[in-house]
């Protein structure tokens, strides 16, 4: 997965990568919930993903919601517009990255792409700009994720890193982060 996303980042200049649209699906393919077989931990990884990868991200109407269909036709199936049929964890989960993406708009848009881990399920990469250093951990496994993350490329010691939902409080100690964890099947961010 790592280096799929890398690749995908060496193929094209750093100006279009960043004006690329990111799609999980449209009026052409499959609904994403559907390809993913109704795991919406996966879809949920996905968008978070998206959301903080290179690029302009684009959610088809209904995907936020957890609508499903196969193949065309069957993906422009009508809006659900009734609220009891939605996957509100999906919906909620989809809102929160995009007020991450709103939050910090500058490193999204022009900020470098850094890896930073890639071992087993668990991917970490980071985007940097000059107001900001964003790190993302997406862990597809199925048991919490604990790192020790090396960061002595983005940040200096002693530096404060903070998790963007619970606010926990980091130091980098020796060009590392202790201590961070990444629950299973879901991601988390954090802010330096």
């Not at 709103?102 to 900020?111: H, I």
Request: hydrophobic content about 45%; proline content about 5%.
């Amino acid at each position: 997965f790592a280096q799929r996303l890398e690749a995908l980042l060496a193929w094209y200049p750093s100006a279009i990568a960043s004006a690329q649209l990111n799609l999980l699906g449209s009026h052409d393919t499959a609904r994403f919930l559907t390809i993913a077989k109704g795991d919406t931990s996966a879809v949920k990884l996905a968008y978070l993903t998206m959301m903080t990868y290179p690029g302009a991200p684009m959610i088809y109407y209904g995907d936020e919601v957890g609508m499903e269909g196969g193949r065309d036709p069957d993906c422009r199936r009508a809006m659900l517009w009734d609220p009891a049929r939605w996957h509100h964890d999906l919906r909620a989960a989809v809102q929160r990255y995009i007020a991450l993406r709103k939050k910090y708009a500058p490193v999204w848009r022009d900020g470098a792409y850094v890896p930073l881990y890639a071992q087993g399920m668990v991917y970490v990469f980071a985007r940097q700009s000059d107001r900001h250093t964003v790190v993302v951990g997406l862990n597809a496994g199925t048991s919490e994720a604990h790192l020790a993350l090396d960061v002595h490329r983005l940040f200096p010691n002693g530096a404060a890193v903070r998790a963007e939902w619970s606010g926990q409080q980091y130091t980098v100690t020796g060009g590392h982060v202790y201590g961070l964890r990444i629950p299973a099947r879901d991601g988390s961010v954090w802010v330096g």
